[in-house]
């Protein structure tokens, strides 16, 4: 008997289970509405310009080498605008000490111009930075063809400065420019390690198909002397500065240079709106809202599991959660997350065996305000969000104090086998993840490091298990991984991407391209399946590798000959 048709209802699903009516509600068609053209919503204090930004992707034929230094590389001294030519300079965006309010799309009334005086017969750069996730704050030419650069810190904060992302034009082809970002404010960098900044011309993407390429020489990163600024009117905050040379390939161009490949909250609406109009990809995949940030965005998140299982059945299953972008300027974590994506939403065997396997809860933007502006680290709270997970105050929070929520709700139903948080590295190369020592509970001894160390057996030239930590440090606390694993999720991981590439077999010093971190989403899922396998041969071989290299690290660090089931805390042993 069709009991749908019998009961009139289109809201009502019956389906069965050993013979019995399971009854569940129809999500309705019009629950979540991705719009055709993206409007992002920005603080109201932000001027957009009404430029519509779009890159292609591309991989370049050959990986892309570490600059490799001379020793003879340039520092040069600061100028300032007192003795150079503001050519650029937008407001401070945060003339209010905090967030009040947000817009959709671009300014209301005119833009402001922030350029100054630009004599564009003698090919004074154009800069602009007034876009989604573009931060340039100022330029001031030093010389003919040299720029100090200011990045805008993260909006309604004073520091934060690292990710860059601004456009160039009015350039002179075979000329070489100096860039100089005089504000950064972390003591070390990959640039320093041969990791070079990334330019785009629009001009090589429409005649040969070329996108994003590491470009740069005399690439130097390095303390200024004598500058510093000021929180709270109390610490002092060091600066550094990124030095690096470049020749431009066109005349009048229109080109883009940026710490890492962008992946804005746009690319990520786009994204959806493609799978989420899949009607293949729509039995096992739906897309929902999970709450709205400070500026009203979208936070959402996708389910991707098998249908067409009884209630009860559905039961037995077990769940996975994967997040990414709660730091804005670690763009790799979405090329990441998009790796994942396309491989579990896949037509493969191996996708759908991890579809019917597993409930997939996947949050793919943690922090849409702050890519939208272009911040590093902060939400518009001026917090970092990977330090609120604990928190209590949901409206200030939103987005992560969501994703906990349905985390504990999850947790409840059904066993949470995997938790993992998409980030990117600045200060280290290669992919690698921190975990959580179970070390309370000796039949857990060593299983959270299982994972981590199938992933490098998978992905052996970009993935390093020497650089995983297991530790629950007291300032991390506040984490998603911590908050996770207090939850009760023994295997919760940060899995970290470098922004600079590998050092690693027959890929070791090269870059990471795009194509390369949506690889690492399609490890994660291959190694997923081995993790989970119903023979256990794979995980116990793991589990006899592990207890011998942590027997060896433990003589090499103490000097004493220790059995494999020596006492001594694995954490102990362990610096980050």
Known sequence: MNLNQTLRTRQLLINFDAGRPVLSLRAPLDLVNIPSISCPRWPIECEVISD??????WDPPEPELFYQPTGQERTPMAVGEERGKVVYCIDHA?????????RVG???????????????????????????????????????????????????????TQWFYFRVRNMKAGVTYRFTIINLMKSSSLYSYGMRPLLYSEKAAKEQSVGWQRTGSDIRYYRNINQNTKENNSDTINLYSLTWTLQFPYDSDTCYLAHCYPY????????????????????????????HSLAGNAVYVVTITSQGVGRLEGRMKKAVVVTARVH???????????????????????AQLLRDTFVFKVVPMLNPDGV?????RCSLAGRDLNRNYNTLLRDSFPCVWHTRNMVERLVAKMDVVL????????????????????KGDTTLKLRERIFPLMM???????FSFESCKFRVQKSKEGTGRIAMWRLGIKNSYTMEATFGGSTLGDRSGTHFTSQDLKSIGFYFCDTLLDYCDPDPAKANNCLTELAVLMSKQVRERLGMDLGIDCNVSVSDLETR
């Open 52 to 57: 519509i930004i779009h890159h292609i992707e």
């Open 264 to 291: 804005t909250y746009s690319h990520l609406q786009r994204y959806l709106r493609r799978i989420s109009s899949n009607p293949a990809v729509a039995s096992y995949c739906t897309l929902r809202v999970l709450c």
């Open 94 to 102: 945060t003339e209010r000490p905090f967030f009040t309010c947000s």
């Open 328 to 350: 804005p300027g670690e763009t790799n974590s979405s090329w990441m997350m998009e790796g994942f994506l396309d491989f579990l939403l896949g037509d493969s065997e191996d």
């Open 419 to 438: 938790y993992c948080d998409f980030h990117g590295h600045n200060r280290k190369n290669n992919v690698f993840m921190y975990g959580c020592n179970n």
């Open 456 to 462: 490098s057996k998978n992905a052996s030239t970009k």
């Open 106 to 160: 671009r300014s209301r009334g005119p833009i402001k111009s922030a350029t100054h005086e630009i004599n564009l017969t003698d090919f004074t750069l154009e800069f602009e930075s007034r876009f989604e996730s573009g931060n340039l704050q100022k330029a001031v030419q030093v010389g003919v063809y040299e720029y100090e650069l200011t990045l805008r810190t993260d909006m309604y904060t004073k520091k934060h």
């Open 372 to 376: 939208v502006v272009g911040n590093y």
